[in-house]
């Protein structure tokens, strides 16, 4: 391992330590999972669906969940209800997250892609999709997702 990968290593870990405080201490009142559904079908939706869901985690605990202001909505032409969630620390020697998770890379022809976010405004779920994954940064990626059935 190079020098500057073990120092990009650490500061994930410390980066992933302290994401995880808020959540500790139940400052975090969202949780939000990957949905990957499957239908049965020989096209997408016919058939039987079958969902696998896999929650998105900081240390254990939820990630920030942030929904757009105005202006950033009227900056970035957004619907309402448009969401940021993260930052979320990548993998590193003792956790993190893979981007993989929610990136669609392992997506079968045909699965769809789902993030599902439980809260005190949606206590059994709202589905939203992800219109863009920023994975440009070493110690943090993010999903930006707008609610099923909204428009960009």
Do not use: C
């Not at 009142?29 to 990957?36: L, P, T, Y």
Request: proline content about 5%; hydrophobic content about 40%.
């Amino acid at each position: 391992m190079s020098i500057s990968a073990s120092r990009r290593d650490r500061y994930r870990r410390i980066a992933n330590r302290v994401r995880a405080i808020p959540g500790k201490h139940g400052l975090r009142e969202h949780s939000v999972e990957v949905v990957i559904a499957t239908t049965s079908g020989a096209r997408t939706g016919d058939g039987t669906r079958s969902e696998n869901a896999h929650q998105i985690l900081e240390s254990g605990y939820p990630p920030k969940v942030r929904w757009l202001n105005n202006q950033d909505l009227a900056l970035g032409q957004l619907p309402i209800g448009t969401v940021d969630i993260g930052p979320i620390t990548p993998i590193h020697s003792s956790g993190g997250t893979a981007i993989a998770l929610a990136d669609g890379s392992t997506l079968a022809i045909g699965d769809v892609e789902i993030i599902r976010i439980f809260g005190p405004q949606h206590p059994n779920g709202a589905d939203y999709r992800k219109i863009s994954m920023q994975v440009d940064h070493a110690l943090h990626w993010m999903i930006r997702a707008i609610l099923v059935g909204s428009q960009v």
